[in-house]
C-alpha cells in the first residue's frame, strides 16, 4: 500500500510538471505564443475578423490585387525579437497530460490512465500546419493587409506578388495539442496565423486571423 500511494505521489508530481512544460490554453482553436521562460508563459494573441478585399484596374487589364484587411497598423500583442519562436495550439479534443510511460505506471498499479484524460472540444485535425498558415502584414493608413495575390497589368509580364509566408514545424505533444515552431527567425513587424474559422465543432468557412507584433 505504501509503494502504491508513493507511485502515485510520483505520478502527480510527473505529470504537474509535465504540464508546466505545455500547459493548456484557456480556449481552444487558438493559435498562442508560448514563451520558454521558467514557467512557459501562454500569451493569447489577437483575434480578427478580416475582410476580403480585390480591386481591379482598367478593367483588369491594370492588373488587380486581392486580400485581408483588418483594422490597425499595429497589434496589441508585442513580442520581442528572438532566435526563435514557438506557439501551440489545441482542439480541445484531449487534455491528457500523462506520457506513455506514466500511462505505463499506472497500468502497472492496476489504475485506468483515463481517469487522468477530459474529453472536449473537437477533434480530427492531424496536422496543423495544412490549415494554419502564418504570413508577414503590410501596414498602412490605419490598416493592416495580407496579400493574397496582386497581378500586374496586360504588360507585366505575368509578375505576380503575395505577402511573405513562414513555415514552421509542427510537434505533437498529445492528441488535440501541438507546438508549432517557426523555421526561420523573424524579422521586425506585423504578423498574422491565418486559419479556416472553427466554431462549435464544426467549420464554417469564414478565416479567422491571429496577430501579433516583433519588437
Not at 509503494?3 to 493559435?31: G, R, W
Not at 495539442?177 to 504578423?191: M, S
Request: with cysteine; glycine share 10%; charged share 25%.
Amino acid at each position: 500500500m505504501k509503494y502504491l500511494m508513493l507511485t502515485i505521489l510520483l505520478l502527480c508530481v510527473s505529470i504537474y510538471l509535465y504540464a508546466q512544460k505545455y500547459p493548456e490554453p484557456e480556449f481552444n482553436n487558438e493559435v498562442v505564443y508560448l514563451k520558454k521562460d521558467s514557467i512557459h508563459t501562454l500569451l493569447r494573441l489577437e483575434k480578427e475578423s478580416p475582410k476580403m478585399e480585390s480591386k481591379t484596374k482598367g478593367a483588369g487589364f491594370g492588373g488587380y490585387e486581392m486580400g485581408y484587411i483588418f483594422d490597425g497598423e499595429k497589434s496589441t500583442i508585442r513580442i520581442q525579437k528572438a532566435p526563435g519562436y514557438s506557439f501551440v495550439f489545441s482542439t480541445g479534443a484531449s487534455v491528457k497530460t500523462a506520457s506513455p510511460q506514466q500511462d505505463s505506471i499506472m497500468r502497472a498499479n492496476g489504475m485506468d490512465p483515463a481517469m487522468m484524460d477530459g474529453m472536449s472540444g473537437m477533434g480530427g485535425m492531424n496536422d496543423p500546419a495544412n490549415t494554419i498558415t502564418l504570413y508577414k502584414a503590410e501596414s498602412a493608413k490605419g490598416k493592416r493587409k495580407i496579400l493574397m495575390q496582386k497581378a500586374g497589368g496586360a504588360f507585366s509580364m505575368g509578375k505576380n506578388k503575395s505577402s511573405d509566408k513562414f513555415t514552421f514545424s509542427v510537434k505533437k505533444i498529445r492528441e488535440g495539442y501541438w507546438e508549432l515552431v517557426i523555421d526561420k527567425p523573424l524579422t521586425r513587424g506585423e504578423y498574422a496565423f491565418s486559419m479556416i474559422n472553427i466554431g462549435a465543432g464544426a467549420m464554417d468557412g469564414s478565416t479567422v486571423l491571429f496577430s501579433f507584433g516583433v519588437d
